[in-house]
């Protein structure tokens, strides 16, 4: 009897606790669904109501979700809620204010995911974090190392690669076969990435393939951080990013750093790499990157931790971002012929006049500006984040587009929208039409500067341009003064895939050898 009526009271007790849960859970909801300052935004309802809405729009719109973002703000204006908690802004008036120096709009918890497990604990990483002491630590060390003259050193390792792609891609001249030169692009990325971490390439040119699985190693911690960073929650449940580590490890094993660390005087061989900087600058006091705790070796040596950043850093900002740059710059260089000519005029008679050598410096590519004006045409017309970079709004909230949002909102600017607002870029904003860059005035260029937000923006901008802007000011003039490309199927377009970033497949080119002036290939 004594066990029936216990039971009886357990449950009451269960339904009682759970119907609290679910009204607590369910005035929250209508709470955040008609909190001021959102819920005169308009946006689709089912937003406005879960998050769910914004998981759906990641894994649904694998193949759509960046043009969903223009769609509903062509419809909706410059402000459109996409969740109980986040307003997409479409203003580049707003763009100081979110991303701006100084402002005190921090990364949203989008940015966990992004967080990886480390000796048991999730540690937090100079791109995810929200703390502003930590992530000027973090950056002001190593900034310099990431600097025109600091990347000018690494050039020979770039020309490594490019020799053995351009090799490769001779093969297929040679045999008359059809390419898709997408994977070779990014192969050509990890290994630049590999050659300038740590003077060792990963071998994907070589072999032609995905060396360790570290390229769908990375995709699949994409499609974790896409998914996931909508429900940051989540993340510490799901061991935070085990595949993140999986991966880096794969591609930074102990044994790796052990074999170029030999007595522990990588930094004294004076190679040109960034492992070699970091453990000069950790011996010489330059840098102490902010992770003691997890140091292993003796305090003045560099530290695992520091190596694990280094790596993680280059080979996940660094090489996916490039490749799917390249990838955008050829696919519109090969569907515009007027644009593709007049580069090549800028090429040629940069070689044949000397001011360009046949594997173009840094220098070189800096001194063609149409190459430099296709290169941003391309990213502006395919953004490689698909996703709004997201910041909340600080405390005391703050107007945005004129509208009074509460702190805490989540906001951000997805660049696959504003890099279509023809104020900014014209009318034409859907062609690819790189001499806006180089013929618009001063006043229009700078603001079409503000508003190019493939890097990001402010305090939070990309610490890679000029690497990335290097290895593809490089690689473009050598393909294209070795080969004439053509696109293979005129009836089949690539295919684009957003999760974080927004990826291409089925790039299908045919290449013929060009012929120099004396005749030879
Ligand atoms: C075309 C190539 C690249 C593109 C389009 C790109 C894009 C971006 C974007 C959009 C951000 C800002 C993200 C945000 O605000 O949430 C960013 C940040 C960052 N990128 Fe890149 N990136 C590229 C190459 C690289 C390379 C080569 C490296 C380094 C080897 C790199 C390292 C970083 C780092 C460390 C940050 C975080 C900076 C900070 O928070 O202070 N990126 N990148």
Same mark, same amino acid.
């Given at each position: 009897?004594?066990?029936?009526?216990?039971?009886?009271?357990a449950?009451i007790?269960?339904?009682?606790?759970?119907?609290?849960?679910?009204?607590?859970?369910f005035?929250? !909801?209508?709470?955040h669904?008609?909190k001021?300052?959102?819920?005169?935004?308009?946006?689709? @309802? $089912?937003?406005?109501?879960?998050?769910?809405?914004?998981?759906?729009?990641?894994?649904?719109g694998?193949?759509?979700?960046?043009? !969903?973002?223009?769609?509903?703000?062509?419809?909706?204006?410059k402000?459109?809620?996409?969740?109980?908690?986040?307003?997409?802004?479409?203003?580049?008036?707003?763009?100081?204010?979110? /991303?701006?120096?100084?402002?005190?709009?921090?990364?949203?918890?989008?940015?966990?995911?992004?967080?990886a497990?480390?000796?048991?604990?999730i540690?937090?990483?100079?791109?995810?974090?929200?703390?502003?002491e930590?992530?000027?630590?973090?950056?002001s060390?190593?900034?310099?190392r990431?600097?025109?003259?600091?990347?000018?050193?690494?050039?020979?390792?770039?020309?490594g690669?490019t020799?053995?792609?351009l090799?490769?891609?001779?093969?297929?001249?040679?045999?008359q076969?059809?390419?898709?030169?997408? +994977?070779?692009?990014?192969?050509?990325?990890?290994?630049v990435?590999?050659?300038?971490?740590?003077?060792?390439?990963?071998?994907c040119?070589?072999?032609?393939?995905?060396?360790?699985?570290?390229?769908?190693?990375?995709?699949d911690?994409?499609?974790?951080?896409?998914?996931v960073?909508q429900?940051?929650?989540?993340?510490?449940?799901? $061991?935070?990013?085990?595949?993140?580590?999986?991966?880096?490890?794969k591609?930074?094993p102990?044994?790796?750093?052990?074999k170029?660390?030999l007595?522990?005087?990588? /930094?004294?061989?004076?190679?040109?790499?960034?492992l070699?900087?970091?453990?000069?600058?950790?011996?010489?006091g330059?840098?102490?990157?902010d992770?003691?705790?997890?140091?292993?070796?003796?305090a003045?040596?560099?530290?695992d931790?520091?190596i694990?950043?280094?790596?993680?850093?280059?080979?996940?900002a660094?090489?996916?971002?490039?490749? $799917?740059?390249?990838?955008?710059?050829?696919? /519109?260089?090969? @569907?515009?012929?007027?644009?593709?000519?007049?580069?090549?005029?800028e090429?040629?008679?940069?070689?044949?006049?000397?001011?360009?050598?046949?594997?173009?410096?840094?220098?070189?590519?800096?001194k063609?500006? /149409?190459?430099?004006a296709?290169?941003?045409?391309?990213?502006?017309?395919? +953004?490689?984040?698909?996703?709004v970079?997201?910041?909340?709004?600080p @405390?005391?909230?703050?107007?945005?587009?004129?509208?009074?949002?509460?702190?805490?909102?989540?906001?951000?600017?997805?660049?696959?929208? $504003?890099?279509?607002? +023809?104020?900014?870029?014209g009318?034409?904003h859907e062609?690819?039409?790189?001499?806006?860059?180089?013929?618009n005035?001063?006043?229009?260029?700078?603001?079409?500067e503000?508003?190019f937000?493939?890097?990001?923006a402010?305090?939070?901008v990309?610490?890679?341009?000029?690497?990335?802007m290097?290895?593809?000011?490089?690689?473009?003039?050598a393909?294209?003064?070795?080969?004439?490309?053509?696109?293979a199927?005129?009836?089949?377009?690539?295919?684009?895939?957003?999760?974080?970033?927004?990826?291409?497949?089925?790039?299908?080119?045919?290449?013929?050898?060009?012929?120099?002036?004396?005749?030879?290939?």
């Amino acid at each position: 009897m004594l066990l029936g009526y216990v039971q009886q009271n357990a449950i009451i007790i269960s339904y009682y606790l759970l119907s609290a849960f679910f009204s607590y859970w369910f005035a929250r !909801k209508i709470y955040h669904c008609f909190k001021p300052g959102l819920r005169e935004l308009p946006g689709p @309802k $089912i937003a406005s109501w879960t998050r769910l809405w914004r998981v759906w729009a990641v894994l649904s719109g694998m193949s759509t979700s960046h043009m !969903k973002f223009r769609q509903l703000h062509e419809k909706h204006g410059k402000l459109v809620r996409v969740g109980p908690n986040h307003i997409s802004v479409a203003d580049p008036a707003a763009i100081p204010k979110i /991303y701006g120096f100084n402002n005190k709009y921090l990364k949203s918890d989008f940015y966990h995911a992004f967080q990886a497990p480390y000796k048991g604990r999730i540690v937090d990483n100079l791109f995810a974090t929200q703390s502003t002491e930590f992530h000027k630590s973090q950056r002001s060390q190593v900034a310099h190392r990431f600097s025109m003259s600091s990347l000018a050193g690494m050039q020979s390792s770039v020309d490594g690669c490019t020799k053995i792609l351009l090799d490769k891609l001779r093969g297929f001249a040679d045999k008359q076969e059809v390419v898709d030169i997408g +994977p070779w692009l990014q192969w050509y990325a990890f290994d630049v990435i590999g050659a300038i971490t740590f003077s060792q390439r990963f071998g994907c040119l070589e072999s032609g393939s995905d060396v360790g699985g570290l390229i769908s190693g990375i995709e699949d911690t994409l499609k974790y951080v896409g998914v996931v960073g909508q429900l940051p929650e989540l993340h510490p449940w799901l $061991i935070g990013n085990a595949k993140l580590i999986t991966t880096i490890q794969k591609l930074f094993p102990d044994n790796q750093i052990k074999k170029y660390d030999l007595e522990g005087k990588y /930094y004294q061989s004076k190679k040109e790499d960034f492992l070699a900087y970091y453990m000069g600058d950790s011996v010489t006091g330059k840098i102490r990157l902010d992770h003691d705790d997890l140091r292993v070796s003796p305090a003045n040596e560099f530290a695992d931790y520091d190596i694990f950043w280094a790596n993680n850093t280059q080979s996940f900002a660094g090489s996916d971002t490039t490749a $799917i740059a390249l990838r955008a710059i050829f696919y /519109y260089l090969l @569907k515009s012929p007027r644009v593709y000519a007049k580069l090549m005029t800028e090429i040629d008679s940069g070689i044949s006049a000397g001011h360009v050598s046949e594997m173009a410096t840094l220098d070189n590519s800096m001194k063609m500006p /149409y190459l430099q004006a296709c290169m941003k045409e391309g990213m502006r017309l395919h +953004p490689i984040v698909g996703q709004v970079l997201e910041r909340c709004v600080p @405390k005391g909230g703050d107007f945005l587009s004129g509208h009074y949002l509460p702190e805490g909102t989540v906001v951000g600017i997805h660049a696959w929208v $504003i890099h279509h607002d +023809p104020s900014i870029f014209g009318e034409d904003h859907e062609d690819f039409r790189p001499e806006r860059w180089i013929e618009n005035s001063a006043e229009k260029l700078k603001n079409m500067e503000k508003c190019f937000l493939a890097f990001g923006a402010g305090s939070r901008v990309c610490l890679g341009i000029h690497l990335s802007m290097m290895e593809m000011g490089k690689l473009i003039p050598a393909i294209l003064h070795n080969f004439q490309l053509e696109w293979a199927y005129p009836e089949k377009d690539w295919k684009l895939e957003t999760v974080w970033f927004t990826k291409q497949t089925d790039l299908f080119v045919r290449l013929k050898a060009r012929q120099k002036a004396d005749g030879t290939p």
